[in-house]
C-alpha cells in the first residue's frame, strides 16, 4: 500500500529534479508515521522513506501519472 501510494504521488512536478523532491518529503513522512507505529522510530522510518520516495519520484516519468486533469 505505501509503495502503490509513494509512486503514485512521486509523480508530482514537471521535471526530475521536481518529482524527487515532491516524492522524497512524501516518502519521508510516511516513513516518519510508519517508523514510529512500528518501533523502528521515527528518524530512520523517515531516511529509509525519503530515500525510496526521492529515487521512486526520479524514476517517475511525469506523462506516466498526471494527477493535474
Same mark, same amino acid.
Given at each position: 500500500?505505501?509503495?502503490?501510494?509513494?509512486?503514485?504521488? +512521486?509523480?508530482?512536478g514537471?521535471?526530475? $529534479?521536481?518529482r &524527487?523532491l515532491? %516524492? *522524497? @518529503?512524501? !516518502? /519521508?513522512g510516511? #516513513? =516518519?508515521i510508519?517508523? +514510529?507505529?512500528?518501533?523502528m522510530?521515527? $528518524?530512520t522510518? &523517515?531516511l529509509i %522513506? *525519503? @530515500?525510496? !520516495? /526521492?529515487v521512486? #519520484? =526520479?524514476?517517475?516519468?511525469?506523462?506516466?501519472?498526471?494527477?493535474?486533469?
Amino acid at each position: 500500500m505505501l509503495t502503490g501510494s509513494l509512486t503514485a504521488l +512521486a509523480g508530482c512536478g514537471d521535471t526530475t $529534479g521536481q518529482r &524527487a523532491l515532491s %516524492g *522524497g @518529503a512524501i !516518502g /519521508a513522512g510516511g #516513513g =516518519a508515521i510508519l517508523g +514510529a507505529v512500528t518501533g523502528m522510530g521515527a $528518524g530512520t522510518g &523517515a531516511l529509509i %522513506g *525519503g @530515500a525510496a !520516495g /526521492a529515487v521512486t #519520484g =526520479a524514476a517517475t516519468n511525469k506523462n506516466q501519472i498526471n494527477l493535474g486533469n
